[in-house]
């Protein structure tokens, strides 16, 4: 299944009794919560680096929503930060779309080992902070859909053959049923690259934390089986073939690519090793999809680079890393 699960992650929504959601806060208030986030959290200061979002440049920024460590709405405000762990594998946002979301993530199909660490940074914040609480509805959230258990637990798959099929969909359909939903690559309103796809539960009112952990995994598990009886189907398929070995000598000889382009051959690729068309290749595949996204390429140059310039050291990376 790791071939298909890329990462795992846990984000659980907080939010600090007499203040207003984050849409209501002025500057003053979304100081005070940051502050006192801080403060609760300085028994493991050592182990995150704060980072104010309006203090750091543009590709900076880039870079953290192409990692996935904030949303693209995060990345547009002047009243959010960050305390983001040593390893990347756990952060803390401040004044998002709630005051605190604490964020873990972990490559490979690890979502207990997410869920235990998020919970106890969760344990360590309650200690000094009192969180909005109802006995009745539980933790009170920004959005309706996040209020209960505050718990959105979702997988990142690869799943070309789906998406190659057209059968996601049918997919979104059968999961709602389910309480879960598939969204892009970036979470909620962002369209999928590379095959790459979020699937998380919808709702966290009325379940306690394991069972939509369970629940999560059983839809996930079945998306997964039907992927891989997809992929066993074309390892002697001329034309599937022919795509995932033509996908391959562009991405080993091309000198100049878009973003958009290396994502669907690099997709390919990953398609030709989970498959077995491909023998003999290590899959390094979703860090090379990673590392040539616009504001790691222009984090990594040291200067801010036009499209064409981009394209060039896209090509340059995937050439030396494939």
Sequence with gaps: ????????????????KGYPFPNGLNKAQ??????????ALRPAEKDFRFIRLSEIDGPTKLSLTENHLISPQMAESDKCSLFLKSDNRAEILINDEDHIRIQTIFPGDNIDASYDLADKLDDLLDESLSFAFSEKYGYLTACLTNTGTGLRASYMLHLPMLEKTKQIKNLQNEIARFGMVIRGIYGEGSEPLGSLYQISNQLTLGKTEAEITADLKNVVNQIIKKEKELQSRIIKNTDYCDLVYRSLGILRYCRKISSREAMEHLSNVKLGITSGIINNMNDNIYNIMVNIQSGSIIKRSGD???????????AEYINNNL
């Design 30 to 39: 979304s100081d005070e919560i940051t502050e006192k986030v801080r403060s």
């Design 304 to 314: 801010m680079l036009d499209a064409a310039k981009r394209d060039v050291l896209r």
């Design 1 to 16: 299944m790791s071939d298909i699960i890329i990462s795992t992650r846990i984000r659980l929504a907080r939010n600090l």
